[in-house]
């Protein structure tokens, strides 16, 4: 098998075997993006001396006994994440002259644990969108068809693990920013629990929500990475002091007796009929595994969009205050006066649906609105929370579709915000209630792949895994790759 | 200018003191705290507002609120949550303020304030909450631009608000003052005005007297001493009185005071006020604090000012004022102590500390901490005032020597010749000449002029350079002159 066409773990195994080198390993994958960059636009930036640096020293270390898991192993940093010395630009143009002074606690543990970063991928701007349009280095476009969105936000880390530009990216998902485009280009995304993966160095959208996450061939792989990436931070509050499980180690286990809720409300609304074919064949394998379904209704989970809609731009509203064109990022040519400075800089620095947002939270917050807005949605995100809560009383894991459709011609919702914006009505609910949830390959609608979710409760990634892992065990949705790719 | 006298209107006065906490670093970062470094070289990516970053809250900056809540009889919230107050100004880095808003850290409390006739008066406290200070704006020295200097932000401050109880620029001042003692005190602030770690904001309205509603209120900005809000008050309320007076009408609004003119003039309008869209910092969890906690800092706490003036009114037997001038400080209560214990008379002690000594550090304009008189040094002068060697009179002379030498009081007495003349004798003999010298006046005081007694205890005086025992000098003088 081409080495491209290995899965992370698989390439592991071979790194230590020594069947080839981090630096062959490297050069094979930066070839590769090299060669599609122009086609899928998946790169914001390609760290190729560094990536060949720190690849040599990987073979030093694998050479020397010193390796660990995932000494030499190339990935791909979403362009959110601050790298030391590396542009960060967050798919903005206010960050395209950003080079951070700092690693993300992310970046630093995956850099410590010896990957190999290949470069910074593309993403909606300030992962604000469903469908990696609203990037100011332009589109990415889906390995599948190269007329369709990826998906966003993390399109560029899903179109690049998907054509195999990298084996592995990570992402990060605020309302389904690696779920949804891990459906939508036919591979598995993971979002842990929040506070699971520490957030410091992770570009702020909407704090409480933002989580990071990976995007992977393979549950395997997911299990792979986020053993390294989980645990406490001291630098992030938010974080959760929980011991890090064997990812890997929990995988494999039977799944005979499983309970498996059926969102009810996710296969009413709005979901297309061939993909609730694919959703409900890969229910079918796992009923064959020995789980049972049940469905269970979650009342309050239709109401996750307005209250996203209200939370996340609010939050954003605050978080991207910091860019003002004082500090860092971008600034206006000639500003006349301070105000000026402001208006033109935050005007001309960030894009149409990032400013959307910020005057969407903006008016949220605002006295006389707040309580109607805010503290609304605030309550009702607990109830969706109570929700969640109830119904993994019942069952050990909820599934549903991770998207009502596979991947939309790119422009067809750009005009119409709120169609984009329901995209994302099976994905949020997990993002409100903090929970860990998994997209798996489960099939095609003609040529574009169909994504399977599956929600645990808190800190339950193990079971996650195991069960996304089940059912990678029984099918091959997730070896295939596109043609132009394979 | 002075209060309006009799007048028919009545000031009402609010204020929010901002006390910069003593921690070692910063409330959100691992930044030193430390004033006047080279600018922007005690800011972190966190302080200045990178990309990515997020706050940690410093624990120290919680254990010195909860110490002030203690401190003025408050209710510690058992959970208090931080929230952003959202604005742009470019000496804030993140666009917003982390602040708490509707759940600060420490409740309903109060301090009582002595004012100078001696009546007390209770000021109620609303509420004190935590959050960060904001950097500072430069303009000196950089002509069409404006400087940006990072190190103040992210100093931890607490915001003490009180209830509009003060009727007068007298009152705010002696509470401010109250307040000033009380964080330096409890070594929660090094209360240093100049340098802005302690300042205030006064919200100021005047009404008739007798009415139930309050005026419309103005907010004067940034006072950082006492002097200034004195005159800031006063200026103010007489400006409202005017305004009201010739028909006009007081507006809600921000004002600044101008030291050098004497006079606060408008900032911005109410209208023109920010919309700050407080909500609750994700980034941060609410901070939950338990008994256990709250206990293990009570524990810690000194003893009070009012505690400890009125143990030196009980124990020491001294006035209220003695008492009161004697514990403004940590530091002059446990001078005083020393001293007192070494004298072995604590009335004559507190004479010379919250007199003679204190005009000597006023004058030098230094806190008690850089006396150039150490305790041990001011007792060894009272000794020899307690045991007859020199009088009261001389020992100011002594007391001057030492502030200005650093010598020990024996030294300056034996060098100086000071040692007070006992020898009846040697007195006796004085006073032989003097009246020698002066006998027309000897014949006027006995032909019944008492008033010259006073000339001739002079007289004497200057001839021994008044080292003649004052007490024994009057005796011996009574019985020469009749």
Known sequence: MSLHGKTLTELAVGLKAREFSSVELAQVFLKRIADHQAALNAFVSVTQEQALAAARMADAALAAGRAGPLTGLPLAHKDIFCTEGVRTTCGSRMLDNFVSPYDATVVAKLKAAGTVMLGKTNMDEFAMGSSNETSYFGPVRNPWDLKVVPGGSSGGSAAATAARLVPASTGTDTGGSIRQPAALTGITGLKPTYGRVSRYGMIAFASSLDQAGVLTASAEDAALLLGVMAGFDPRDSTSVDEPVPDYRAALNQPLKGLRIGLLKEFFEQGLEAETEKRIREALAVYEKLGATLREVSLPNLPLSVPVYYVVAPAECSSNLARFDGVRYGYRCESPRDLMDLYQRSRGEGFGAEVKRRIMTGTYVLSAGYYDAYYIKAQQVRQLIAADFERAFKEVDVLMGPTAPTPAFPIGAKTSDPITMYLNDIYTIGANLAGLPAISVPCGFVGELPVGLQIVGPHFSEAKVLNVAHGLQRETDWHRRIPKAYA | ?482
Request: charged content about 25%.
């Open chain 2, 1 to 482: 200018m002075s209060e309006p006298a009799n007048s028919q209107w009545e000031t009402v006065i609010g204020l929010e003191i901002h006390a910069q906490l003593a921690t070692r670093t910063k409330i959100f970062s691992g930044s030193p705290t430390a004033y006047g470094a080279a600018p922007n070289t005690q800011a972190n990516l966190v302080d200045l507002g990178y990309p990515g970053v997020l706050p940690v809250l410093n624990g120290e900056a919680v254990r010195m609120a909860v110490k002030f809540g203690l401190a003025v009889g408050a209710h510690i919230a058992p959970r208090s949550v931080f929230a952003r107050k959202n604005y742009f100004y470019p000496d804030l880095p993140k666009g917003y303020q982390i602040s708490q808003y509707e759940l600060p850290i420490v409740g309903k409390g109060e301090l009582e304030i002595v004012l100078d006739d001696g009546t007390k008066k209770r000021v109620g406290i609303t509420r004190a909450h935590l959050e960060e200070d904001a950097g500072k704006s430069l303009h000196e020295g950089l002509p069409g631009m404006t400087g940006i200097d990072l190190n103040r932000a992210g100093t931890p401050l607490i915001e003490i608000v009180s209830e509009p109880d003060m009727r007068s620029a007298k009152e705010a001042v002696a509470y401010m003052k109250k307040v000033h003692t009380l964080v330096r005190y409890l070594e929660i602030c090094d209360g240093n005005m100049q340098e802005g770690s302690f300042r205030c904001d006064a919200n100021v309205s005047v009404r008739k007297r007798g009415a139930d509603k309050f005026g419309t209120r103005a907010e004067i900005k940034n006072l950082n001493s006492f002097r200034y809000i004195e005159k800031a008050i006063h200026f103010e309320v007489q400006r409202q009185i005017d305004l009201i007076e010739s028909g006009g009408k007081v507006i809600q609004e921000t004002r600044l005071y101008d030291p050098d003119k004497g006079e606060t003039r408008s900032l911005r309008a109410k209208e023109e006020a920010n919309d700050y869209r407080y909500f609750p910092d994700p980034d941060l969890l609410p901070l939950d604090l338990d008994e256990a906690y709250i206990e293990s800092v009570r524990a810690t706490m000194p003893e009070l000012p009012d505690e400890k003036a009125a143990r030196f009114v009980s124990q020491y037997g001294l006035s209220p004022y003695d008492a009161g001038v004697l514990t403004a400080s940590r530091e002059m209560a446990a001078f005083y102590e020393d001293v007192a214990r070494r004298v072995g008379d604590p009335k004559l002690t507190a004479n010379w500390v919250a007199g003679e000594l204190s005009g000597w550090l006023n004058k030098a304009g230094v806190e008690i901490a850089a006396s150039q008189v150490s305790s041990e040094r001011l007792a060894g002068l009272l000794l020899r005032i307690k045991d007859n060697t020199i009088s009261g009179k001389i020992a100011k002379e002594v007391l001057e020597a030492m502030w200005a030498s650093g010598d020990d009081a024996d030294t300056i007495i034996a060098e100086k010749g000071l040692k007070q003349i006992t020898e009846p004798a040697a007195i006796e003999r004085a006073i032989e000449e003097v009246m020698a010298k002066n006998p027309g006046q000897l014949a006027e005081y006995r032909s019944g002029k008492d008033k010259l007694f006073g000339f001739f205890v002079g007289q004497v005086m200057k001839a021994t350079q008044g080292k003649a025992n004052p007490a024994q000098l009057n005796e011996l003088l009574k019985k020469k002159l009749t």
